[in-house]
């Protein structure tokens, strides 16, 4: 019968226009792979309207400050337009972007830690940011201004490849309520810090409380504690050094809280400690100053808390953690210059102080850690002051081909210490050979 | 009227089939080709899409690796210990609901609405009765003198909130095919028995339990695959982002293992070899599965 | 009197049982409620408060406009509808292939398709991604559809359905004149309305809840289904657990319904499958 025939043909037809409209609808980059020169860089004029893509890991309160910068850069820039695409978490975040460089879908600018950024230098994938740095117009005059730490963090093989973003130290956050509670004083050594944990791990107001806590990712940052106990940890020369008394001095004094004492816990699943400290589960802990909107957030007013410096031993030490903004190869000039443009914008002395102000980062430049308005709202709110205070014993990681990996594998054998599942000394032994694995294999 | 096979019959068949086989061929057939050479990429640039070396050092490297077969032991737990638990439990649930019994359909809307929830929202609320301090499981269990356990941080007990969460997930399934199946199970036989006097048990074990196993060993094909490719409740339970599967990794599965070596280690060429292991572990089984089945006759 | 009793017993433990299991199975949609409803120091209580006392409908408000809800809805519903159409049309026809039609090399086809159903999908996942960044799909409602829409197991189910339609209406349809085609619209596909409802609710469901692989084919907010966005909404909140039990019930709340609704349909296709299998 023709008409089913026809019904048939047209059917099918319709099929395929389907099909190969679908797979008309993917849109191709136009991009520039080759890094902008010092004097390639001034021709490029942003005259029509740009965007471009800045992926992060910022969530709830520290995400909304963020998107204010980004409305306040708008209003400064109306040819600029900056999307921020939330990842959720920085493992995601990380994920995200590495299959986004394999998929030549990477966006134009992104929060990076610096060990995913010797990753990425080493695959050729970020655009190095010395000539717009120093660049005439669109420069950062004083860029010395930056705090060396950060500026260092930014710097591979001479040359810089991106701008510091968000930044924190750790300290000790504590319950002021609860350490009054039981007549403790902030605890300011190792052994203070031991003996206040044992004393707060108590019964408080009906409630069972554990004294200290420490992040889930105190696995990979033994290092602070290495060096407080006056070790080393791994060199800039690749040299791994924690198997030592420091590292075992280190590694013995959280596990006696953790798992022999019962007077610490890691966040498990709680993921961050704020969470756990919010519900007075915890007298205190080690985390982030870049908790402060989060522990808000948690404790909504039910008790008294505040900062202090961490604790040392032989030295004091804190890592600088957070992350800096790279910009990606993968796009065209003037999206990069646009995102140079957002970058710099972030780290300017008022923007960063704000920022600071309102998640509990630190502002990134000298200017901004000197100006009146810093100074004041320090009076006003001395628990920021802890991050502060840390900087002269603030460190970075070191910048090695492969410590991203490093980093995970050693973490997964501290764990198993921490959770008693490992001797102190088996775990040094195999973390050691982790570490050494990880670096030769570059 | 026989149907012949000719070129014309033949082309025809092929337009029909020609949407499915388009589908299944690029996102299914074409991976597993491709996956399988990766298997072979020893050395290999993700980024440049260049190999720099071929072989098999992949599989020897995965086959040496005891991250592996932690993966692989606990993968095993679930297929030779929780499908069998999992079975024996929803006969034992169809068997309830297939008696004479008031709200049989009521009972049945119970049991399978797990089933069909999204696992993330529910393992989001398992998280919270899972929870150390909070949850409402320590609490029953505190009703019996049982100390808080952290089902969610003890590497000891993760491998049990992760089945419990399964099983209760998916017994539904299983119970339904079942219950199916029983009632396709000539009520005469029953009667006989009954008739002569046989105990219920005895009844249930040797002509019930006989009668269903068609049904069993399709549930049990099921199953077992199924159990081999257990991943996204250990993502969801434990909320890893391809990190740590479970405390210490120790809810690590196979497909767990594999998904990490891709996505998070973007190791592709010993992602590839794993995956080639477990489908081939997968087939052994299977057939393994058939063969025993066709000797039962 | 004994027998009876024994009888009595015997009943009465049954219906315990059941009880017993019928509440395991529903206690944690319970407590999913329960929780939403509750202010943020309730949730913490212990003894645990099984009844919430403050009935906080705000929270659903809340949760809904903490993360955009909307359109990660609207995204599922797309994804789920086409996909499910996609798969229908696609296993039909290939389904009505095996089952009528004879063409060479029907037997390794097909048990290749069978084969297929033994593959863990996560397996595939990264291919797969490198074939969608080919095509330029990512983040794409093409990446979220089309990969979904041919599937072994529908197929296969459709022809089992198909074999029960019986021969005499095929022969009688030849003699009118019908060709294949038209045969497959005018009758099988009228027949065939109880599994064709079985499997588009089972594949809603599916799609709906699917996670793995949105996840990683998505990257924008805007692209997200509700699975996806419900994940990144537990890393925002943190300690909201009532908030995150209320956007939890968006998710869960219309498949339950689905459910309920088609509670016959989809039992009975399952058992189809059980049996036939």
Known sequence: MENLKLKRLIGLSMAAVLLIGMTGCGGSKTSDNSSLSTSSLAQVKIDKPVTIEFWHAMTGPTEKELQKLADDFHKKNPNITVKLVGQGDYTTLSQKLMAAAKARTSPVMAQAYSNWMSDYISSDLLENLTPYYNDEKIGIKNKNDIVKSFLDDNTFNGKLYGVPFNKSTEVLIYNKDYLDKVGAKVPQTWDELKEVAKETTTTINGKKVIGLGFENSVTGDLATYVKQAGGEYVTDKGQVKFNSKAGK???????????????????????????????????????????????????KGKFNWSTAVLPKDEDAASSFQGTNVVIFKNATAEEKVAAWEFGKFLASDQETAEWAEKTGYVPVTQSALKSEEWESYIKKNPDQQAAVDQFDNGFIDPHLNGYTKLRTDVSTVFNDVLIGKKSVSDGLNDAEKAAKQDLEQQ | MNKKITLKSSLKAYLYLLPAVAVIGVFVIYPLIKSFFMSFYVKYDYFKDKVYVYGIDNYKTVLSDPVFWHAMRNTMIFVIGVVPISIIISILIALMLNSKIKFGGLFRTCFFMPYVTSLVAVSIVWRWIYHKDYGILNYFLGIFGVHPIAWLDNPDVSMIALIILSIWKNIGYNVIIFLAGLQTIDKQYELAAQIDGAHYFKRVWNIVIPLLSPTTFFVAIVSVIGSFKIFDEVYALFNSGGGMAGPSDSALTVVFYIFRKFYGEWNFGVASAASFILFLVIMVFTVAQFCYARKRG | MDKKLKKGISTCILYLLLIIGSIIMILPFYWMIATSLKTSSEVLKMPPMWIPTSWKWSNFAEAWKAAPFARYFLNTVIVTVFSTLGELVTSILAAYAFYRLEFYGKKVIFSILLGTMMIPGEMLLMSNFVTLTQLGWINTYQALIVPWTASAFSIFMFRQYFSTIGDELYYAARIDGSKDFGYLINIILPMSKPMIITIVIIKAIGSWNSFMWPLVVTNSENMRTLSVGLTAFITDTGTNYQLLMAASTFIILPMIIVFLVMQKYIIEGISHAGIKG
């Open chain 1, 249 to 299: 001095k280190a590694l013995q004094f959280l596990t006696d809280m953790l798992v022999t004492d019962k007077t610490a816990r890691l966040a498990g699943e709680d993921n961050f400690m704020s969470t756990p400290f919010g519900r007075g589960d915890v007298a205190m802990y080690i985390g982030s100053s870049a908790g402060v909107s989060y522990i808000n957030d948690a404790v």
